[in-house]
């Protein structure tokens, strides 16, 4: 198949194969009077709801390989990491607006492919693309995702609401995504070594990734938890504080309790990690729990609500308590399968600049 | 003086410095509940007024040299060329999201040098710094600027609304960033000639470029022309079309064009070019009037608006009428100073895909 360079088309020619992939989205928000084409998107809001706003910038080499990595399963990912944002603060995503910094070596239909993955989320998430900017890049692919959503203002969910007896919930499992990276990164060394030798990387060198798929989709393509915040909504669940997942357990449950004064007591045992991830540490000779507090990018909620909501959730197998708010002076703690306390402060998660 | 490793203070200690430096920006927008902080910023819209957003990418070696920018112009730039895209709305800017990835060589000092351009462009602009995001970048310096305004409905300002025999008008002068990069450029080549000479690159070879500030500064630090849009609506001027110039005008006038479904006649000796442009032009041996049509960057506002208002701005020294609207069929087009019409189709603007 000939690929098309984008100069053959030009940045304009660009510019319009990017509209028409994000038309689709437009049709779930008649709030957007103007998508991609003047010099600003245009959004008619309604007073009465609170808009929060969320961005985040990937970078080739820092945030994704693309070695590893499909690119509308990429191009998802950008769309999805900006709604859990959003999510996290209980609320609804509206309009993105997305710049690309494109390297050299790309091709017209390598973009598309980006924008297909995040035209299909956003459809996925009822949110427009809306705008954005392309440029040329002198060195790897960087993809700015900013997105805005709406919130009726008694539903807002901030950081620091926790109060002393409120339960600590999680969403679905952790622990995946720090799996499936693993995973990625020793068949990357693989196909390394056959190149460096000079050998094919074919299927017989090849691990069979199949039986990893769940680790494997929990890094490569996760989903927001949107679903998550329907059904607080449809239950009339407030929590109390509400932060997403992208640092590990232990990071963001230290931002709760920093952010609300509080403390907090969770139990090892109810830390939900799904079978697969507990195989594949086994495999790689890893340890699941540790994946679970500090593996980045789960994209998993973690919130609080007072006791007397537990039986509205109880039911709601995506949702698992695993620990209670506790005064501030008792600092942050895990209390592991044979009873002992563990200082959370002594497990961190990921620090851009490695401190 | 020592410069400090943004690794000696962590991701969340470079956070609370940065924190710092937006939190002056926070006091102009009361509407801004939460800025840095939580997992997304949170903004109370008024329903009466529409909303605008617009993003720009700015990546190094591609829209900015290290070499010949200091930082905090930098800063101040990436939220100048956002703010220019609302004032091409006739909007009021409110808020801005940045995102940063930061290379290896960077220190903490110099972070701060960036934000505090943003934020004294903010306060100039009476816009907030309402959060963002970090990361490491293995490259070069990233920038990344979203802004939302917001002005009422009745008052905004698309590409769309020229209708034949509108006079076309431009706000202040044109050409002067494309002399100040020409100027820049110059000074570089002699800079590495001296480096790569082993030449120490002092006083006695550096041209004075004192008289060259003007043309230096509209290169280095634009001005988003939010003074227009503030007498716009001052003088209840609602322009029937709009964009700012960041391709160079005849590229911005054949959006109008197209968008509005017009032609368009422009006058070579009425296109405002300052003396110090001119002099540039005759000493570097260019064409001011070349760089006044396709030299991007220049951050200043191409509009429309019907005959009958020409007395509302007749005074008024920053803007000047240089043609008029004409009907679709009679193409875009510039009558030099003999009288010659050159079609502007020929003449284009910048191309990140340099097709």
Not at 63 to 79: C, R, V
Not at 132 to 151: P, Q
Not at 231 to 245: E, Q, Y
Not at 298 to 303: C, I, K, P, S, T
Request: aromatic share 6%; glycine share 8%.
């Amino acid at each position: 198949m000939p690929y098309k360079a984008i100069r053959e088309i030009g940045e304009f020619g660009l510019i319009d194969k990017i509209a028409a992939l994000a038309e689709p989205t437009l049709q779930a928000v008649p709030e957007l009077l103007k998508g991609i084409g003047d010099d600003c998107a245009i959004y008619q809001p309604s007073g009465k709801l609170l808009q929060v706003a969320t961005t985040d910038l990937l970078v080739d080499q820092v945030h994704f390989d693309l070695l590893t990595t499909p690119l509308n399963h990429l191009g998802s990912k950008a769309i999805s990491v900006n709604v859990s944002d959003i999510c996290a603060m209980n609320a609804f995503p509206r309009f993105a607006l997305v710049s690309i910094a494109i390297p050299p070596s790309f091709s017209t239909e390598m973009v598309e492919e980006l924008y297909k993955g995040m035209s299909h989320a956003a459809k996925e998430y009822g949110l427009a693309i809306a705008g954005g900017d392309t440029s040329s890049s002198r060195s790897g692919l960087i993809i700015s995702v900013t997105i805005m959503g709406e919130v009726e203002p008694e539903k807002l969910t901030k950081r620091n609401g926790a109060k002393p007896g409120e339960l600590i919930c999680v969403t679905g499992s952790l622990g995946g995504a720090a799996a499936g990276l693993k995973l990625l990164m020793r068949e990357k060394a693989i196909m390394l070594d056959h190149f460096e030798n000079n050998e094919p990387y074919n299927k017989s060198v090849m691990a069979d990734l199949k039986e990893y798929s769940e680790a494997i989709q929990c890094q490569l393509l996760p989903t927001a938890r949107l679903d998550i915040v329907r059904f607080l909504h449809s239950r009339n669940i407030c929590p109390t504080s509400m932060i997403d997942i992208s640092d590990g357990l232990s990071s963001e449950l230290h931002h709760i309790c920093r952010q609300s004064n509080t403390g907090a007591l969770i139990h090892e045992s109810r830390i939900p990690i799904s079978a697969s991830t507990r195989r594949v540490a086994d495999e790689l000779q890893d340890d699941a729990i540790t994946w679970a507090l500090t593996g980045g990018e789960e994209y998993q909620l973690l919130f609080t609500i007072p006791k007397e909501e537990y039986e509205l959730i109880d039911d709601y197998k995506e949702i698992s308590v695993i620990g209670e708010v506790t005064d501030p002076d008792s600092g942050v703690f895990l209390s592991d399968i044979y009873g002992m306390r563990i200082d959370l402060a002594t497990i961190r998660g990921f620090d851009h600049f490695g401190r």
